[in-house]
Antibody, heavy 120, light 107 residues
Framework: EVQLVESGGGLVQPGGSLRLSCAVS????????MDWVRQAPGTGLEWVGR??????????EYAASVKGRFTISRDDSKNSLYLQMNSLKSEDTAVYYC???????????WGQGTLVTVSS | DIQMTQSPSTVSASVGDRVTITCWAS??????LAWHQQKPGKAPKLLIY???NLENGVPSRFSGSGSGTEFTLTISSLQPDDFATYYC?????????FGQGTRLEIK
């Protein structure tokens, strides 16, 4: 059974940093693209970024709203995906989901999410 | 960036009704279009991929169609479990974008 479990959310001040983790199980992690998607309170889904699979060099893509501030990485030995968030702004407040993506591109399985609140 | 627009934003319907939600793309996405269902406080769930392919385990009352810039999600006979918010997602290029969502309410 595919499982994705996010952790690391919390309250952080504007300008601060936070690292989210996503522990996965039930599939061969290195074979799959992985996404981060966020949802601000009361709003819709926003794609944050993607880590491609090992065959594609674990290369990454980012939304313009986070490029240069957020970094996606992964540790295959720990079956974990990470989102390092720096220079956080109030508009980054959201539930952050990790999702396994089919290699053709759609988000296939979703974790339960972790809440990040950026506030002083 | 490709903009995805859904209509309506909210729809009220009764159990047993047939409901159609439309999603437009600002430029062609071929058939690189998925549909997700989200219930309050829960993670989204994939329903349809490549415009018309039903994800394993999703009831056959859900169906998707379209190509290019116009897509539809149809629920043939609404069940109580279907009242939720529905999002379309294109994945033809980066950035991937979602529609703003359609909330399906009980009439």
């Amino acid at each position: 059974e595919v499982q994705l479990v996010e952790s690391g959310g919390g309250l952080v001040q504007p300008g601060g940093s936070l690292r989210l983790s996503c522990a996965v199980s039930g599939f061969t992690f290195s074979d799959h693209y992985m996404d981060w998607v966020r949802q601000a309170p009361g709003t819709g889904l926003e794609w944050v970024g993607r880590s491609r699979n090992k065959a594609n060099g674990f290369s990454t893509e980012y939304a313009a709203s986070v490029k240069g501030r957020f970094t996606i990485s992964r540790d295959d030995s720990k079956n974990s995906l990470y989102l390092q968030m720096n220079s956080l702004k109030s508009e980054d407040t959201a539930v952050y989901y990790c999702a396994r993506a089919d290699n053709s591109g759609y988000s296939e399985y979703w974790g339960q999410g972790t809440l990040v609140t950026v506030s002083s | 960036d490709i903009q995805m627009t859904q209509s309506p934003s909210t729809v009220s319907a009764s159990v047993g009704d047939r409901v159609t939600i439309t999603c437009w793309a600002s430029q062609s996405v071929n058939t690189w279009l998925a549909w997700h269902q989200q219930k309050p406080g829960k993670a989204p769930k994939l329903l349809i991929y490549k415009a018309s392919n039903l994800e394993n385990g999703v009831p056959s009352r859900f169906s998707g169609s379209g190509s290019g810039t116009e897509f539809t999600l149809t629920i043939s006979s609404l069940q109580p479990d279907d009242f939720a918010t529905y999002y379309c997602q294109h994945y033809t290029n980066y950035p991937i974008t979602f529609g703003q969502g359609t909330r399906l309410e009980i009439k």
